[in-house]
């Protein structure tokens, strides 16, 4: 295809192949009806029943089929990384091969980035997940918030349109920790949600157990944010403090005599003094390895196999 598409549909793979045919259908007749020009592009994230069968058969029909074929499972911020890397529409959408994200959804994300915005989110206003990914999600995000400071919402995920300023920005940052969600708030640009309708899992069950929730979280907050270091570095601070106050304690029982063994009251109070300094530098230390071990890995984010209806090389 040499025309540049108007829409590109970004969705990441993994255990939904199955469902990849209907996903297909459902998009093809979306987008015809909107009479925009689109490609969709999958990204095989090394999904276990062999999706990539599909997707390569699915491309093989369809030149709008961009197949990206990865050489094993990097997770699915990184599937859509590269989906990102690959579109080259003026407007993405990003969503879920498993026909949660309905594409019927499309239409009303796009007429409402006409309005004016260059992000518009889908807000799940009635998720349909089971009760413990429900509660999961919505631990995962309050604990996000709090730990990145910023607003976040668990009734949206990566479903939305996002404008080609958007899908640049986010490809120029260079972070090895890929979260989605995350990168689009960094980013800026006017941005707004808009509810959907989320329907039921067609396929497949959810590979976000609760561990894989929480080891995700952690990976986001430390990319995201040193706030943990800070809270560190007042923690630091508080025992510092209180060993103070202590010591002023001890030193008023010593002159009144209550205290009669001798040496007993400086040890503790160079136990609680110095131990908190240590909290405080260590905090400090912590600041700076992080900020250079994030800039010294060179690795490549992902690493793609085999492409299909693309000239890019591998």
């Not at 509810?195 to 979280?217: C, D, M, P, W």
Request: aromatic share 12%; hydrophobic share 45%.
């Amino acid at each position: 295809m040499e025309q540049q598409p108007h829409i590109s549909i970004v969705t990441p793979v993994y255990g939904c192949k199955t469902c990849l045919t209907e996903l297909y259908l459902r998009l093809k007749k979306v987008l015809a009806k909107m009479g925009k020009t689109y490609e969709i592009i999958m990204i095989n994230d090394a999904s276990p029943d062999n999706a990539w069968e599909i997707i390569a058969e699915l491309a093989e029909k369809d030149e709008h089929i961009i197949g990206v074929n990865f050489s094993r499972n990097f997770g699915q911020h990184y599937a859509i990384t590269a989906g990102l890397d690959f579109a080259r529409g003026k407007w993405v959408v990003v969503m879920d091969c498993d026909l949660q994200d309905q594409p019927e959804e499309i239409p009303k994300l796009y007429a409402k980035a006409m309005e004016g915005f260059e992000v518009v989110f889908g807000r799940r206003e009635s998720r349909t997940d089971g009760f413990f990914k429900r509660q999961g999600s919505k631990y995962f995000h309050k604990m996000l918030a709090y730990l990145t400071d910023t607003e976040q919402d668990s009734a949206i995920a990566n479903f939305g349109i996002y404008h080609e300023k958007v899908v640049n920005a986010i490809a120029s940052m260079k972070d090895s920790m890929r979260y989605f969600p995350a990168m689009v708030r960094w980013v800026g640009f006017s941005a707004t949600a808009l509810n959907i309708e989320h329907a039921e899992r067609s396929s497949g069950q959810t590979s976000y157990s609760f561990r894989k929730l929480v080891s995700l979280a952690l990976n986001v907050i430390l990319a995201f944010s040193d706030k943990p270091l800070r809270l560190i570095i007042n923690f630091g601070l508080s025992i510092s403090t209180l060993s103070i106050v202590f010591a002023i304690f001890q030193i008023v029982q010593y002159f009144n005599g209550k205290i009669e063994v001798l040496g007993w009251t400086s040890m503790i109070i160079s136990i609680w003094f110095l131990s908190g300094i240590m909290f405080f530098m260590l905090g400090i230390v912590g600041l700076y390895v992080g900020k250079t071990f994030d800039r010294v890995k060179h690795r490549p984010i992902y690493i793609v196999k085999e492409l299909k209806n693309t000239s890019d090389n591998v």
